[in-house]
């Protein structure tokens, strides 16, 4: 993801419907307009309704399951912390980051009251200024900083008032699609199928199958397989001297040709070109 600031306003077409994915050094905010969606945030389920806030952090691997043919109207800021904490440390603002680093993910539900209103046209300016400026202009840049503060004060505000919200009573087949990721999560460096997931959950094989995919759009080993693609990528940014086949091995993977395989399928490039550029912007930013 290219720069400290991305800003997408009442975006229609289904861009991001695409993998389990994660911004590993962005903060997401995610504000639900209209339309049908699941969402699926690491093992956490949540039916969206219109003027919903989803919270993440950038170790929050998630991913919207939206109907075919369905309409789906979002707002998402993807922003770098480290770009906004000087200003929040000059006011006494860093709380403000507090909800992404101590829950990493969390819902606000609204009902689109007032304040979830002002933030929409607060987010649409922000986006209409970093279109027309980017973030080459000093001025614009100031601008968007002082935006984006505005926002994070009115999310941290509108937590305050309706509460983080933790569904209790979710439905059974979300209970159930919630317990089969968090197994999978808790799981997926040893051999795993779908017989053995149901085993250990004791649930039938077939309804294993059924309702995660239908809860989370992911069959079950496209789940096992992305969660292992993500423990991967962070070992090769996290430890650069581990060697490859050790990587496979503590991720999951079955053999280190297979892992690279799979990698270079699913990121674009090879996993050792991966961990260059990784490196190379981490040395840069230091």
């Avoid at 009115?154 to 983080?164: A, N, P």
């Avoid at 199928?193 to 069959?219: C, P, R």
Wanted: one cysteine or more.
């Amino acid at each position: 993801m290219d720069g400290p600031l991305i800003v997408n306003y009442r975006a229609h077409a289904i861009w991001d419907n695409l993998d389990y994915h994660s911004h590993r050094e962005h903060y997401e905010i995610y504000l639900f307009h209209s339309g049908s969606c699941r969402y699926l945030i690491h093992n956490q389920i949540y039916d969206l309704e219109p003027g919903d806030i989803l919270l993440m952090d950038g170790l929050a691997l998630h991913k919207p399951n939206v109907p075919p043919h369905s309409e789906y109207v979002r707002s998402t800021i993807h922003f770098s912390p480290q770009w906004m904490k000087g200003l929040l440390g000059e006011i006494g603002g860093n709380y403000l980051l507090e909800v992404f680093e101590k829950l990493h993910h969390c819902l606000i539900r609204t009902k689109g009251n007032e304040e979830f209103n002002h933030l929409e046209k607060v987010v649409s300016r922000l986006e209409e200024i970093k279109r027309k400026e980017g973030l080459a202009d000093k001025n614009a840049e100031l601008e968007m900083k002082a935006l984006l503060l505005q926002v994070l004060s009115i999310v941290h505000r509108l937590g305050q008032l309706e509460s983080i919200k933790v569904t209790d009573d979710k439905a059974e087949k979300a209970e159930h699609a919630e317990n089969i990721a968090e197994y999978i999560q808790s799981n997926y460096m040893r051999k795993l199928s779908i017989d053995s997931i149901s085993e250990a959950l004791n649930i039938s094989k077939s309804y294993v199958s059924h309702v995660f995919k239908e809860m989370t759009g992911f069959t079950i080993m496209e789940y096992v397989m992305g969660s292992r693609l993500m423990q991967a990528k962070y070992l090769l940014e996290a430890e650069p001297d581990k060697a490859l086949k050790d990587i496979a091995n503590e991720s999951g993977f079955e053999s280190v040709s297979h892992f690279s395989r799979y990698f270079k399928s699913k990121v674009g490039v090879t996993a050792k070109e991966y961990r260059r550029e990784r490196l190379k912007i981490y040395s840069e930013e230091s």
